[in-house]
Protein backbone atom coordinates (compact mmCIF):
# COMPACT_ATOMS: atom_id res chain seq x y z
CA UNK A 1 0.00 0.00 0.00
CA UNK A 2 1.39 3.29 -1.03
CA UNK A 3 2.49 5.36 1.99
CA UNK A 4 3.91 8.65 0.66
CA UNK A 5 3.20 9.88 -2.49
CA UNK A 6 5.61 12.80 -4.68
CA UNK A 7 4.31 15.25 -6.99
CA UNK A 8 5.93 18.07 -8.68
CA UNK A 9 9.02 17.05 -10.50
CA UNK A 10 9.69 17.89 -13.99
CA UNK A 11 12.09 19.25 -16.29
CA UNK A 12 13.83 22.86 -16.15
CA UNK A 13 16.50 24.68 -17.00
CA UNK A 14 19.60 25.34 -14.89
CA UNK A 15 18.59 28.72 -12.68
CA UNK A 16 15.06 27.33 -12.62
CA UNK A 17 12.96 26.68 -9.74
CA UNK A 18 10.13 23.48 -8.72
CA UNK A 19 8.15 22.75 -5.59
CA UNK A 20 7.70 19.29 -4.57
CA UNK A 21 5.21 18.11 -2.54
CA UNK A 22 4.42 14.84 -0.17
CA UNK A 23 0.99 13.57 1.20
CA UNK A 24 0.93 10.66 3.43
CA UNK A 25 -1.39 7.97 3.65
CA UNK A 26 -4.44 9.71 6.00
CA UNK A 27 -4.22 7.04 8.82
CA UNK A 28 -0.53 7.96 9.21
CA UNK A 29 0.63 9.95 12.32
CA UNK A 30 2.06 12.62 9.93
CA UNK A 31 2.28 15.29 12.83
CA UNK A 32 4.31 13.08 15.02
CA UNK A 33 7.00 12.34 12.16
CA UNK A 34 10.54 13.84 11.79
CA UNK A 35 10.22 14.30 7.85
CA UNK A 36 12.47 14.62 5.02
CA UNK A 37 13.77 14.38 1.36
CA UNK A 38 16.25 12.38 -0.22
CA UNK A 39 17.64 12.19 -3.81
CA UNK A 40 19.40 9.44 -5.82
CA UNK A 41 21.00 10.05 -9.33
CA UNK A 42 22.29 7.59 -11.41
CA UNK A 43 25.34 5.76 -10.24
CA UNK A 44 25.36 7.64 -7.15
CA UNK A 45 24.04 6.48 -3.72
CA UNK A 46 20.92 7.90 -1.89
CA UNK A 47 22.03 11.66 -0.85
CA UNK A 48 20.23 13.50 2.34
CA UNK A 49 18.47 16.57 0.91
CA UNK A 50 16.43 18.31 3.75
CA UNK A 51 15.04 16.83 6.83
CA UNK A 52 12.93 18.84 9.57
CA UNK A 53 11.32 17.88 12.91
CA UNK A 54 7.86 16.69 13.58
CA UNK A 55 7.27 20.10 14.48
CA UNK A 56 8.96 22.25 11.85
CA UNK A 57 11.38 23.58 14.40
CA UNK A 58 14.55 21.79 13.14
CA UNK A 59 15.50 21.97 9.86
CA UNK A 60 18.76 20.91 8.27
CA UNK A 61 19.80 20.57 4.70
CA UNK A 62 22.63 19.16 2.42
CA UNK A 63 25.64 21.31 2.11
CA UNK A 64 25.03 21.45 -1.42
CA UNK A 65 21.20 22.55 -0.73
CA UNK A 66 22.09 25.06 1.61
CA UNK A 67 20.72 28.79 0.76
CA UNK A 68 18.89 27.03 -2.11
CA UNK A 69 16.46 24.63 -1.11
CA UNK A 70 13.85 24.84 1.60
CA UNK A 71 11.69 22.14 3.59
CA UNK A 72 8.88 22.84 5.32
CA UNK A 73 5.54 20.82 6.84
CA UNK A 74 2.34 21.67 7.17
CA UNK A 75 0.99 19.78 9.51
CA UNK A 76 -2.39 20.78 8.76
CA UNK A 77 -3.02 19.88 5.13
CA UNK A 78 -0.29 16.72 6.08
CA UNK A 79 2.16 17.67 3.48
CA UNK A 80 5.80 17.48 3.35
CA UNK A 81 7.36 20.54 0.77
CA UNK A 82 10.69 21.30 -0.86
CA UNK A 83 10.95 24.56 -2.19
CA UNK A 84 14.38 23.94 -5.04
CA UNK A 85 15.86 27.34 -6.14
CA UNK A 86 18.45 28.17 -8.55
CA UNK A 87 18.28 24.43 -9.83
CA UNK A 88 22.09 23.27 -11.19
CA UNK A 89 22.50 19.76 -13.18
CA UNK A 90 24.20 18.65 -10.75
CA UNK A 91 20.22 18.53 -8.80
CA UNK A 92 19.12 15.89 -11.74
CA UNK A 93 17.78 12.75 -9.68
CA UNK A 94 15.17 10.84 -8.55
CA UNK A 95 13.71 12.71 -5.23
CA UNK A 96 12.47 10.29 -2.60
CA UNK A 97 9.64 11.85 0.53
CA UNK A 98 10.41 9.64 3.78
CA UNK A 99 8.58 9.79 7.19
CA UNK A 100 9.72 8.50 10.65
CA UNK A 101 13.28 9.65 10.61
CA UNK A 102 15.92 9.61 13.32
CA UNK A 103 17.51 13.46 13.76
CA UNK A 104 20.96 13.41 14.90
CA UNK A 105 21.20 15.11 18.39
CA UNK A 106 24.55 16.16 18.57
CA UNK A 107 25.13 16.66 14.86
CA UNK A 108 23.31 17.32 11.67
CA UNK A 109 22.64 13.54 10.48
CA UNK A 110 19.14 12.65 9.41
CA UNK A 111 18.48 8.96 8.88
CA UNK A 112 15.78 6.41 7.87
CA UNK A 113 15.49 3.15 9.69
CA UNK A 114 13.49 -0.12 9.59
CA UNK A 115 10.22 1.52 10.55
CA UNK A 116 10.59 4.43 7.99
CA UNK A 117 7.83 5.07 5.27
CA UNK A 118 8.98 6.35 1.12
CA UNK A 119 7.48 7.31 -1.59
CA UNK A 120 8.35 5.95 -4.80
CA UNK A 121 10.09 9.31 -6.17
CA UNK A 122 9.44 12.08 -8.16
CA UNK A 123 11.90 12.80 -11.28
CA UNK A 124 13.50 16.20 -11.45
CA UNK A 125 15.97 16.85 -14.34
CA UNK A 126 17.89 20.07 -14.82
CA UNK A 127 18.94 20.86 -18.15
CA UNK A 128 22.12 23.00 -18.42
Known amino acids: QVQLVESGGGSVEAGGSLRLSCTIRRDLPFRMYNMGWFREAPGTGREMVAC????????IYGDAMKGRFTISKDNTKKTLYLQMNNLKPEDTAVYYC????????????????????WGRGTQVTVAS
Open 98 to 117: AADLLLGVSDDSCEGHGSSH
Open 52 to 59: VKENGGRK
